[in-house]
């Protein structure tokens, strides 16, 4: 059973860059399923940030797309979240999630979130 | 973005009650649409895809409809466990999720 687990600096300061990992634990990040990222909060509730494939292929929410970057290490089994010129605004709960063989953006397996909070 | 609008907002119910919430797409997302179900403190939960698959394991109680603009989830029976937030979450274009219904007492 495919479990994940985010990692990363719960604070981080305003301008700087946002860095998650999520560890794929039970099963391949080179099986036939796409990676995401989405992030939750109180005020605009759940949001996509993106998607990675294990060849490197990325989509992105158009609205984060100018400070987004995902990536793979498949030699570490994980993928990973860079979120430039954060802000207050981007203080959320993070989640990375599993998209399913059939349809990539239903996310059948999901973290367990990590709280980043953008602060000096 | 597609604009994705849930109603009710907040729901009463009692246990064996059939509940239905609607989602509405602010455009023609054809039948591209999931449910999740989220208790506190922990991630969604897939529910539906394709708007009335289910999702392998999820109770048969839960069933989805709907295509185009308009989507609805249904509890048949309302079980103890079921009191959640409820989220739907269009991926035709992007993805773009609902506000939520909480299902509550």
């Known amino acids: 059973q495919v479990q994940l687990q985010e990692s990363g600096p719960g604070l981080v300061k305003p301008s700087a860059t946002l860095s998650l990992t999520c560890a794929v634990s039970g099963g391949s990040i080179s099986s036939s399923n796409w990676w995401s990222w989405v992030r939750q909060t109180p005020e605009k509730g759940l949001e996509w940030i993106g998607e990675?494939?294990?060849?490197?292929?990325?989509n992105y929410n158009p609205s984060l797309k100018s400070r987004v970057t995902l990536s793979v290490d498949k030699s570490m089994n994980q993928f990973s979240l860079k979120l430039d010129s954060v802000t207050a605004a981007d203080t959320a709960l993070y989640y990375c999630a599993r998209g399913t063989t059939m349809i990539p953006l239903a996310f059948d397996c999901w973290g367990q979130g990590t709280l980043v909070t953008i602060s000096s | 973005d597609i604009q994705m609008t849930q109603s009710p907002s907040t729901l009463s119910a009692s246990v064996g009650d059939r509940v239905t919430i609607t989602c509405r797409a602010g455009?023609?997302?054809?039948?591209?649409l999931a449910w999740y179900q989220q208790k506190p403190g922990k991630a969604p939960k897939l529910l539906i895809y394709r708007a009335s698959t289910l999702q392998i394991g999820v109770p048969s109680r839960f069933s989805g409809s709907g295509s185009g603009t308009e989507f609805t989830l249904t509890i048949s029976s309302l079980q103890p466990d079921d009191f959640a937030t409820y989220y739907c979450?269009?991926?035709?274009?992007?993805?773009?999720f609902g506000q939520g219904t909480k299902v509550e007492v």
């Open positions: 990675v494939y294990h060849t490197g292929s990325t």
């Open positions: 979450q269009q991926y035709d274009s992007s993805s773009t």
């Open positions: 455009h023609n997302i054809r039948d591209w």
